[in-house]
């Protein structure tokens, strides 16, 4: 039962243009959602996050977008660079309950952006 | 400040073995979550401890457990090691319980081979 998808397993973008990110989630209790970048012998690391009752949040280059309705989120990178390119996943968590810290996490994108 | 560090990075064991890993958590983190990342996919939920005490267990079997340190390290062990637990092991430590701590940082993980 995967909770959290990420149906694209890799995309690839020319440096300078715009990066889309999706991820799809089946849990109506999901209130939190974050992305995290990893890099090949390296631990996953914290991009950017979004609470339920926002539809979006920008950080720099990054922007989350939340469709409460539709269950759905996507992260733009705006413009790309080649330094961008890793395994990005998708997390949720249930915060308002009692999993503080437990995330489920999607299968992960592959981003390669081309100089 | 030191991040979260994992050893040792690499394990090979037979199956039916049993295996320690270790984590030292990010400084004036008090919270540890252990995830095992299979290949291709995301990393799953395995446990999370806070004060010494498990708070919350995902979908592992009791031959995963762990413990937690005073000074909140961490250990995650497995018994009677079967060939599905090869996979990348990651500790990831979060500042509090409640609001924000989603936000988990990740050590780079023990890789575990089971032959």
């Known amino acids: 039962d995967q909770q959290v998808k990420q149906n694209s397993p890799s995309l690839s973008v020319q440096e300078g243009r715009i990066s889309i990110l999706n991820c799809d989630y089946t849990?109506?209790?999901?209130?939190?959602f974050l992305w995290y970048k990893k890099y090949p012998a390296e631990g996953p690391t914290f991009l950017i996050s979004?609470?339920?009752?926002?539809d979006k949040n920008e950080d720099g280059r990054f922007t989350v977008f939340l469709n409460k309705s539709a269950k759905h989120l996507s992260l733009h990178i705006v413009p790309s660079q080649p330094g961008d390119s890793a395994v990005y996943f998708c997390a949720a968590s249930d915060a308002g309950g009692t999993s503080y810290g437990k995330l489920t996490f999607g299968q992960g994108t592959i981003l390669t952006v081309h100089p | 400040e030191t991040g979260v560090t994992q050893s040792p990075t690499h394990l090979i064991k037979t199956r039916g073995q049993q295996v320690t890993l270790r984590c030292s958590s990010q400084?004036?983190?008090?919270?540890v979550s252990w995830y095992q990342q299979a290949l291709g996919q995301g990393p799953q939920f395995i446990f999370q401890y806070y004060r010494e005490e498990e708070n919350g267990r995902g979908n592992f079997p009791p031959r995963f457990s762990g413990l937690q340190f005073p000074n909140y390290s961490s250990e995650l062990n497995v018994n009677a090691l079967e060939l599905d637990d090869s996979a990348l092991y990651l500790c990831?430590?979060?500042?509090?319980?409640?609001?924000?701590?989603?936000?988990?940082?990740f050590g780079s993980g023990t890789q575990l081979s089971v032959l």
């Open positions: 990831a430590s979060s500042a509090t319980q409640g609001a924000g701590s989603e936000k988990l940082f």
């Open positions: 400084s004036g983190h008090n919270t």
């Open positions: 849990n109506s209790m999901f209130d939190y």
């Open positions: 979004i609470s339920s009752i926002k």
